[in-house]
């Protein structure tokens, strides 16, 4: 995650070879894509999306890793220009059921997957979670467990379901060993951010 992170680090981390980056909000992704338009980068959205936004993702963004709910799917698929190629969609899932995050329901995956995999201009990739950060290290476990289910489920309804993004630079050794294929690391990389 390079949020709240000058376009020079971002340079400067691209430079020794990291190619993917994630920003949370959209006009500071768009503001630092455009100072690094040199650079072959990678640009992944993980943080909520407004509906007045989904052109802006469509057109600029390589993935959005939080997809959460059935009305975003036909603006992200009517914009993404066919240039591009299918945007890289993940479902975020609110895994620790907490009122102060993004992401749907567990039940509501398969409505959702559904209605992305019916979009040729979207590529469904599998899940997202941020799980909340319990200090009983039990409750961590169960979350990413409870994640590694879910996409396993997705699996073996949907081809080319290969991502399951969890895991930050407080816990990403947790979340590997409950089968993340994306970590965010953002603070162990950049150093941690200003308040």
Not at 32 to 49: N, V
Request: net charge neutral; glycine share 8%; with cysteine.
């Amino acid at each position: 995650m390079s949020k709240t992170k000058p376009a020079d680090a971002v340079r400067r981390l691209a430079g020794l070879g990291q190619r993917a980056f994630g920003e949370n909000y959209v006009q500071e992704a768009l503001a630092k894509q455009g100072e690094l338009a040199d650079l072959a980068l990678e640009w992944h959205l993980i943080g909520p999306l407004q509906s007045n936004k989904c052109r802006e993702v469509a057109e600029h963004f390589d993935w959005l890793q939080s997809l959460d709910r059935a009305k975003l799917i036909a603006p992200l698929a009517r914009w993404r220009p066919p240039a591009r190629g299918p945007l890289q969609v993940l479902i975020q899932v609110n895994i620790d059921d907490e009122a102060s995050k993004s992401g749907c329901r567990p039940e509501q995956l398969p409505e959702l997957a559904e209605a992305i995999a019916a979009q040729p201009a979207l590529c469904l990739r599998g899940l997202m979670a941020i799980p909340a950060p319990h200090a009983d290290r039990a409750l961590r476990v169960r979350a990413f467990a409870a994640m590694r289910g879910l996409f396993d489920t997705l699996r073996t309804g949907h081809a080319g379901i290969d991502t399951l993004s969890m895991g930050m630079s407080d816990d990403f050794e947790l979340a590997l060993a409950h089968g993340a294929t994306m970590v965010r690391i953002g603070s162990a990389l950049f150093g941690a951010r200003s308040a």
